[in-house]
């Protein structure tokens, strides 16, 4: 009877233990899984801080407009520097330069026409035209100009004598250019930019000693 007993009970308590390895299958199946999900959702979110990241730096950096630089170069050659330090001062002065526009930026600069005026202490001896243009991205344009300059229009010419005699002339050089920068040929921001230079001539060898520009 007893042996009986053993044989009856013997098959269920095998199927007992298939069915905890089963369960126990199951249940390492689903944390498996689960770490996989978990990883998963990791990479997710560590490749959309990269994505903002890399939208920030090319936000902050690539799309940003930044204002050009207008310039004189310091590459003058003087053509012709006639002085009068007598009764009468005066000057007649031709010289060749360039104005240059640097273009910092991640496009094109598209910049309208303009004129450059040249002063003596404040009042204007000359004038020179800058026609339209495009400065290519993060590139100077360079434009060749003739300036012819002098102080017949001049209402005080005291002070000239004064400053020819100590041998230099000192003018200044003034403008101010309008344009628009193209970012990835999507975006057009407007950009202006300030040309004012200062400039000092030697009289008697009659060549440029200092040009600055801010």
Same mark, same amino acid.
């Given at each position: 009877m007893a042996k009986k007993n053993q044989q009856a009970w013997a098959p269920t308590n095998g199927y007992t233990r298939r069915s905890d390895q089963e369960s126990g299958t199951d249940q390492s199946d689903h944390e498996l899984k689960h770490k996989k999900r978990i990883k998963l959702a990791i990479y997710i979110a560590i490749f959309a801080v990269f994505q903002m990241i890399v939208i920030g730096v090319f936000g902050a950096v690539v799309m940003k407009a930044k204002t050009p630089k207008f310039r004189l170069s310091n590459n003058v050659q003087v053509q012709k520097l006639? /002085?009068?330090?007598? @009764?009468?001062?005066?000057?007649?002065?031709?010289?060749?330069?360039?104005?240059?526009i640097k273009n910092p930026n991640f496009g094109p600069y598209k910049f309208d026409g303009t004129t450059?005026?040249?002063?003596?202490?404040?009042?204007?001896?000359?004038?020179?035209?800058?026609?339209?243009?495009k400065a290519g991205m993060k590139s100077t344009k360079k434009i060749d100009v003739s300036v012819s300059l002098n102080s017949t229009s001049l209402p005080n010419k005291a002070s000239i004598g004064t400053e020819l005699s100590g041998g230099t002339? /000192?003018?200044?050089? @003034?403008?101010?250019?309008?344009?628009?920068?193209?970012?990835m040929w999507i975006m057009k921001k407007k950009k202006s930019t300030n040309m004012n230079c200062t400039i000092v001539f030697d009289v008697q060898p009659k060549t440029l000693r200092s040009l600055e520009c801010k």
């Open positions: 006639d /002085t009068n330090q007598e @009764s009468s001062p005066s000057f007649d002065l031709s010289f060749t330069t360039q104005v240059r450059a005026t040249f002063t003596y202490q404040g009042a204007t001896v000359g004038e020179i035209t800058i026609l339209k243009g002339l /000192t003018l200044g050089s @003034s403008a101010n250019m309008k344009g628009k920068v193209e970012l």
